[in-house]
């Protein structure tokens, strides 16, 4: 059964359980319930959220990341099960110490609200903090950025590595895997180099302090000639990013890239990368791939050399006959023969190199006046009087092309204006109030009042009618 005004059902229950009814001659119709506005709808559900939840921290990953020209921020923090529509005005935005960006794990701070327009509850953020891994990467992603901007990465402050040092000066821990793999690799590539080990702890708190220290001390006995040193390698073995983060340290970065000696970084594994590798004059992929790189070994050294001393040997047996040829063919040649005879023949190819060029430059002069004739000619015949009065004309006629054209569009935009004029008078709050409408707000702080729940007793409202205004008080 289906009764008046298209309802489904015909009965509502009361809050006693008993069916109730509006009985009329012609049906049954339920009682009337109350109905809202999709506003007003919203309004209530962001009141509920805003007074209800409030502030809150909440943790996700950045998506949908779109940073707008008005300074404000808008993205989506996501995690497995759901995703939260996030915005940071310019205020709060301005106070960020870091970028966000696509898949940045971050906690954000803020409180719940509803963006009436399309009725989707967001967190309006006011804090933000990277989180976990992500804070790792954002800091090494800035301090890169930072001393790149500073030239620190640049190919020409580059300084070239020895082919074949005699002392090297390694900064490492001296318990660690590195330093013994770099040992044997030298003890079998050439025993005769000259070592100096500066030992540092390689992670953990205060391990970039000590690493940029050793680093400095190193080339301070270089400086002073007590310890002459050829190359400095820096150096540890591989383990997570949190284990290597002393070499992305800003302090280690520094002592790097201020270090007099030629500098290699051999840090990790060959897929870790560290700021310190950036900074230094080479970077070795492994610490054994640093030794490898700086002292070649001995037997190649020796065949390199008689392969050399061969090669000078030939390319100058080679010299020695070209010249011997050159000397014997200039000897025998018609110029130290009968030098005089070559004279009077090269004055000859002057003179006759002359004449040509009088003759050639004749015969162009003479061309050049024939043409010259032609245009004057030419320019006589031609008049400047109707070209000037063939562009008045045309002048004449874009000029009331453009005012035909201005004053059409001032028409089309005064037509828009008053259209539009119309539409605004329409959607005024004062036309609102115009139809018996009227609006109340709380005295004491002008909040506009939907609901009598929103006033206690004794407060003073006014309510704004078409014309003038009410105060009255709350009983």
């Known amino acids: 059964m289906t009764g008046r005004g298209g309802y489904g059902s015909v009965s509502a229950v009361n809050n006693a359980g008993q069916d109730e009814f509006d009985m009329t001659a012609d049906a049954i119709t339920p009682a009337q319930p109350k109905v809202y506005t999709v506003t007003e709808l919203t309004r209530e559900v962001r009141e509920v959220l805003e007074t209800e939840i409030g502030e809150v921290w909440v943790e996700g990953e950045i ?76 800091a090494f992603e800035q301090l890169k950025q930072k001393l790149a901007a500073e030239g620190l990465f640049e190919a020409a402050r580059k300084k070239p590595v020895p082919a074949y040092p005699e002392h090297i000066g390694i900064v490492t821990s001296s318990t660690g895997a590195a330093i013994r793999d770099i040992l044997n690799i030298i003890e079998r590539r050439f025993p005769n180099i000259h070592i100096v080990i500066a030992p540092a702890r390689v992670q953990g708190d205060g391990a970039a302090a000590e690493i940029a220290a050793a680093v400095d001390e190193l080339n301070a006995l270089d400086a002073s000639g007590r310890l002459p040193l050829d190359v400095l390698i820096v150096t540890r073995g591989g383990g997570s990013i949190e284990d290597l983060w002393a070499f992305n340290e800003e302090v280690v970065a520094r002592a790097v890239a201020r270090s007099k000696i030629p500098t290699i970084s051999a840090v990790g594994h060959e897929i870790d990368f560290t700021i310190c590798d950036f900074v230094a004059d080479l970077r070795a992929p492994t610490p054994s791939a640093a030794a490898e790189l700086v002292v070649k070994q001995r037997l190649e050294l020796a065949e390199t050399v008689a392969a050399l001393g061969q090669r000078l040997e030939r390319e100058t047996e080679t010299a020695l006959d070209s010249l011997k040829h050159r000397l014997e063919l200039a000897a025998t040649s018609y110029v130290f023969r009968r030098p005089a005879e070559l004279v009077r023949q090269y004055q000859q190819r002057v003179d006759d190199a002359l004449a040509s060029i009088e003759n050639a430059a004749g015969q162009w002069l003479s061309a050049r006046r024939g043409r010259l004739e032609v245009f004057r000619e030419q320019l006589a015949r031609l008049s400047p009087t109707a070209r000037v009065a063939q562009y008045r004309q045309r002048l004449e006629n874009l000029a009331e092309r453009q005012a035909h054209a201005m004053k059409s569009w001032r028409q089309e935009r005064q037509h828009a204006l008053k259209e539009l004029s119309g539409r605004l ?51």
């Open 63 to 138: 998506s949908n990341f779109r940073a707008q020209a008005s300074g404000h921020l808008y993205f989506t923090l996501k995690d497995a099960g759901a995703q939260l529509s996030v915005v940071m005005f310019r205020g709060n935005a301005a106070s960020l110490k870091f970028k966000l960006g696509d898949g940045l794990q971050v906690m954000a701070f803020g409180e719940l609200s509803v963006y009436e327009a399309r009725g989707q509850y967001q967190l309006i953020a006011r804090r933000m903090e990277p989180k976990g891994y992500g804070a790792l990467q954002l």
């Open 425 to 475: 008078a329409l959607l005024s709050p004062q036309n609102v109030l115009n139809r018996g409408y009227s609006i109340t707000a709380r005295t004491s702080d002008g909040k506009v009042l939907t609901s009598a729940a929103q006033v206690r007793k004794g407060e003073r409202i006014r309510t704004r009618l078409r014309e003038g205004e009410i105060e009255s008080d709350v009983a």
